[in-house]
C-alpha cells in the first residue's frame, strides 16, 4: 500500500487504476483538481467568446465555436460507430487542426486517447493499439514522405484480434474511412454521455528500459493540472499565442495545443514540420508569446534572429524540456531574445511538469543552470538503494508526487515498484538540490536514450539486434548530439569472420518495423563488452566511452 493508494477503483475502460478517495476528495477541496473535463472548459469558451480563434494552422484560422462544433459532430458520428465511454482511439497525426477536434471529441464522448508518435512504424503501432484495444486509429494519408496507409494495412493484415477502424485524414483513404465522410456521418445537437473528471481520458506510451514501452494512464482531472500548471506560472492569457511544435502526440504538445487554448482562450498557432525560419516567421506574423521545445529548436530560431535581425520582441517565454539546454547556447538566447525568459522544465510523462524555472529575466543564471523549482509538486532526493534522505545538496534518485500525478500504468505489474509506500514516483532520475529547492538533474539511473526529445529503449534494440547475422552480442547507450541532445551509439561484438555495418544494422530494424528515431546513428566494434563479475554489462564505462568519442555535429 501506497499512502491509501490501492488498485480497487474500475475506470468505464474496464482497467483498474490506482485510487485514493481521501486523497482524491482533498485535492477537488484545495482545488488543485477542478473537477471538470475539458469539454466543460470548451462549452464554458464558446458560450463566453464563440468568434475567438483559437487554432492556426498554415492560412487557415478556426474558432472556438467551429472547432467545438466539428467536435460535437464527430464525438455523436464514433458513438454511431458503437463506440461507448471508456472505448479507446488512438492518432498517430502530426500537428494538425483535427487532432483539436479528435481530441475534444473523444472528452466529450467519454472516450479515452491514444496518441502515437508519427515516427512510430508498425511493430511500435501494432503492439500499442492491440494492447490499448483500439477501436479507431487516425493517420494520415502521407506525412513526410510516408505511407501511413501502406502501414495501416500491414497492421491490420498482422492482428490477432478485432482491428481498429482506420480513420484516414487528408488524402486518399484507400478503402479505409475517409475523415470528412466519418464527421459528416454525425449530428451536432445530440446528447452525449455524461463523463466524470475521474475516468481515464489519456493513455500515453513511454519508453522504459524494459524494451517494452508502458502504458501510462491520465484523468481528466489529472490532465487539468498540467494545462492549469502552465495557465498559472506562466501567466496565460486569451492574449496569448501558443507555437506547438512539439509533437501534439508528447505530454508537452498536448497541453500546448488540447489544453491551455481551452481553458485560457490562448491561440495555437500548429506546425507540423519543425524548419526554424519558418518558426521565426509564425513568432512574427502571429506575435507568439511563448514556445517550447528542445536545444535544436532554440538554436534554429537563434540563428533564424542573427540572420534577419528580428529580436522577436513578443516572445515572453521559451520553456525547454526533454534534454539538457547547453549554458552557452541559453545565455545567447538571453541575449537575442530580448523580452524573454527562458528556463529548462523537468518531469516525465507518469508526472509531467514537476519543476519549472523563474519568470524574472534577473534569475537567468539560475533558469539556465538548473532545472526549476517544483510547481504544484513535491520533490525528495533518496539514496537509490535505501531510498533514505540525502544530506542537503547531495546527489540522489528524484521522487516526485503531485496531483498531476498518473493513475498508473496500464499493466499492474508495472505498479509493484513505480512508488514508494507515500505515493512518491520513482523517477530512476538522479539529482541534487541547489539553494534549498533549485533542482540540478545530474544524470538517469534509468538506461533510456533521449534523442531530440524522445525517449528511446536501448533494449528493445538490443534485442533485435541479437537476430542480426554478423552480431554475437550488443550494447546501446547514449552517445552526446549537438544537434539531437543524445545519439544512439552500438557496441557490437560481431560474430567470428563477420562484419556487421551501421547499414546492415539500419536494414534489419526497418524491415522489423522499427521507427527510424531508433536505428543506432554510430557503431563501435569491440572484441568483449565490459561486464561485472555477474556478467551484467557496465554500461556507465561505455556511455563514457561514447561520451569522450565527442560531440557530433
Keep these: 500500500m501506497d499512502g491509501g493508494w490501492s488498485m480497487t477503483r474500475a475506470d468505464p475502460s474496464g482497467w483498474q487504476v490506482r485510487w485514493d478517495a481521501a486523497r482524491a476528495a482533498s485535492l477537488i477541496a484545495t482545488g488543485a483538481w477542478a473537477n471538470l473535463t475539458m469539454a466543460d472548459h470548451a462549452t464554458a469558451l464558446v458560450n463566453r467568446s464563440p468568434n475567438r480563434v483559437l487554432a492556426v494552422e498554415g492560412d487557415e484560422s478556426f474558432t472556438a465555436a467551429a472547432l467545438f462544433a466539428k467536435s460535437r459532430k464527430l464525438a455523436d458520428a464514433m458513438l454511431r460507430r458503437g463506440l461507448r465511454r471508456g472505448d479507446r482511439i488512438s492518432f498517430q497525426l502530426p500537428n494538425w487542426h483535427e487532432t483539436m477536434i479528435i481530441d475534444l471529441a473523444a472528452t466529450l464522448a467519454g472516450m479515452i486517447v491514444n496518441p502515437l508518435v508519427p515516427i512510430f512504424r508498425e511493430a511500435e503501432v501494432g503492439f500499442m493499439t492491440r494492447e490499448m484495444g483500439s477501436r479507431m486509429i487516425f493517420v494520415p494519408a502521407v506525412f513526410r514522405g510516408y505511407d501511413y496507409v501502406g502501414m495501416m494495412g500491414r497492421v491490420l493484415a498482422a492482428a490477432a484480434g478485432p482491428p481498429p477502424e482506420v480513420v484516414v485524414v487528408r488524402g486518399d483513404a484507400g478503402h479505409h474511412t475517409p475523415f470528412e465522410a466519418l464527421l459528416a456521418s454525425g449530428q451536432e445537437g445530440v446528447q452525449l454521455p455524461e463523463v466524470c473528471p475521474h475516468d481515464v481520458k489519456l493513455a500515453l506510451y513511454t519508453s522504459g528500459t524494459t524494451g517494452r514501452a508502458k502504458a501510462v494512464l491520465h484523468s481528466h482531472n489529472t490532465v487539468g493540472v498540467m494545462a ?30 488540447f489544453q491551455l487554448p481551452w481553458i485560457s482562450g490562448a491561440r495555437a498557432i500548429l506546425l507540423d514540420v519543425w524548419n526554424g525560419s519558418h518558426a521565426a516567421e509564425l513568432i512574427r506574423e502571429h506575435a507568439i508569446t511563448l514556445a517550447n521545445g528542445t536545444a535544436p529548436f532554440i538554436s534554429d530560431i537563434l540563428q533564424a534572429s542573427e540572420a534577419t535581425g528580428h529580436r522577436m520582441p513578443s516572445l515572453r517565454v521559451f520553456l525547454a524540456g526533454g534534454a539538457g539546454i547547453p549554458q552557452a547556447l541559453a545565455e545567447e538566447a538571453y541575449r537575442r531574445l530580448e523580452n524573454c525568459v527562458l528556463f529548462r522544465c523537468y518531469g516525465s510523462t507518469e508526472v509531467p511538469t514537476v519543476t519549472l524555472g523563474s519568470m524574472d529575466r534577473a534569475d537567468m543564471r539560475l533558469n539556465v543552470s538548473t532545472d526549476g523549482r517544483p510547481v504544484f509538486s513535491e520533490l525528495k532526493i533518496v539514496d537509490p538503494v535505501t531510498e533514505l534522505a540525502v544530506p542537503a545538496g547531495a546527489e540522489g534518485e528524484i521522487m516526485m508526487r503531485g496531483a498531476q500525478t498518473m493513475l498508473g500504468y496500464l499493466r499492474q505489474e508495472d505498479n509493484l515498484t513505480a512508488f514508494d ?4 514516483f520513482r523517477s530512476g532520475d538522479l539529482g541534487r538540490f541547489v539553494l534549498e529547492d533549485w533542482i540540478e538533474i545530474s544524470g538517469r539511473s534509468k538506461d533510456i536514450i533521449i534523442r531530440s526529445g524522445e525517449n528511446l529503449s536501448p533494449k528493445e534494440i538490443e534485442d533485435a539486434l541479437l537476430a542480426h ?17 543524445e545519439a544512439a551509439c552500438a557496441f557490437v561484438v560481431p ?22 528515431q531508433k536505428i543506432p546513428e ?24 561514447a561520451k569522450s568519442m565527442g560531440f557530433e555535429a
Design 228 to 257: 492549469e500548471q502552465f495557465r498559472t506560472h506562466m501567466r496565460i492569457t486569451e492574449r496569448d499565442s501558443l507555437l506547438v511544435s512539439s509533437p501534439v502526440t508528447h505530454i508537452s504538445g498536448a497541453i500546448l495545443a
Design 469 to 485: 547475422p554478423d552480431i554475437a552480442t550488443v550494447a546501446i547507450v547514449a552517445k552526446p548530439s549537438e544537434r539531437t541532445g
Design 495 to 516: 560474430k567470428p569472420g563477420r562484419v556487421p555495418t551501421l547499414k546492415t544494422i539500419a536494414d534489419l530494424l526497418i524491415a522489423r518495423g522499427f521507427a527510424k
Design 522 to 545: 554510430h557503431l563501435v566494434i569491440v572484441d568483449a563488452l565490459p561486464t561485472t563479475a555477474a556478467g551484467k554489462v557496465q554500461k556507465h564505462l561505455l556511455r563514457e566511452r
Design 421 to 424: 509506500a507515500d505515493g512518491f
